[in-house]
């Protein structure tokens, strides 16, 4: 009897923590896309919603098509492309190339590097202190270095 009061209660307390979780990625979509000057269009937002869901995420673009589908969010792969690519100009995400042709997206814009795992295709983050550069060329003439990024490449 308790007990079932107490899964009753409990379950109301997720589905409430739950519903916060849903409403918070909305609202801080909408902010970004805002601040990036960007229009909030229907499938902006939606792909916005997808990718900035609070935890740092690196995401190809067929990973994010894939998502958009599970959540019944009706959009080619072309425009999920070109989506994260507006993203990426505007300064939301950051492209991480790893090979000719692949290429992930980081909701995570700031100063880092990446392990690349060979085999599982999976990246994740090096904070920018674990690297030390101790020489790097200057930039060639009239050019200004605008970043150094490092993939360090795991056999697995
Ligand atoms: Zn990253």
Same mark, same amino acid.
């Given at each position: 009897?308790?007990?079932?009061?107490?899964?009753?209660?409990?379950?109301?307390?997720?589905?409430?923590?739950?519903?916060?979780?849903?409403?918070?990625?909305?609202?801080?979509?909408?902010?970004?896309?805002?601040?990036? /000057?960007?229009?909030?269009?229907?499938?902006?937002?939606?792909?916005?919603?997808?990718?900035?869901?609070?935890?740092?995420?690196?995401?190809?673009?067929?990973?994010?098509?894939?998502?958009?589908?599970?959540?019944?969010?009706?959009?080619?792969?072309?425009?999920?492309?070109?989506?994260?690519?507006?993203?990426?100009?505007? /300064?939301?995400?950051?492209?991480?190339?790893?090979?000719?042709?692949?290429?992930?997206?980081?909701?995570?814009?700031?100063?880092?590097?990446?392990?690349?795992?060979?085999?599982?295709?999976?990246?994740?983050?090096?904070?920018?202190?674990?690297?030390?550069?101790?020489?790097?060329?200057?930039?060639?003439? /009239?050019?200004?270095?605008?970043?150094?990024?490092?993939?360090?490449?795991?056999?697995?």
């Amino acid at each position: 009897m308790h007990l079932e009061r107490f899964k009753t209660s409990l379950e109301t307390q997720v589905a409430r923590d739950m519903t916060m979780v849903s409403v918070r990625p909305y609202s801080q979509a909408l902010d970004r896309l805002r601040a990036s /000057g960007l229009r909030p269009t229907r499938q902006r937002l939606a792909l916005a919603r997808l990718l900035f869901d609070g935890c740092d995420r690196h995401l190809s673009a067929e990973q994010l098509h894939t998502e958009a589908l599970g959540s019944n969010i009706r959009v080619s792969l072309a425009t999920v492309y070109n989506t994260l690519h507006q993203f990426t100009a505007a /300064g939301l995400l950051r492209e991480i190339v790893v090979d000719a042709g692949r290429s992930y997206f980081d909701t995570n814009v700031s100063d880092h590097h990446h392990f690349f795992f060979e085999k599982s295709g999976k990246l994740t983050d090096i904070p920018a202190e674990m690297v030390g550069l101790t020489r790097i060329p200057e930039a060639p003439d /009239g050019l200004k270095i605008s970043r150094v990024e490092v993939i360090v490449r795991v056999e697995g």
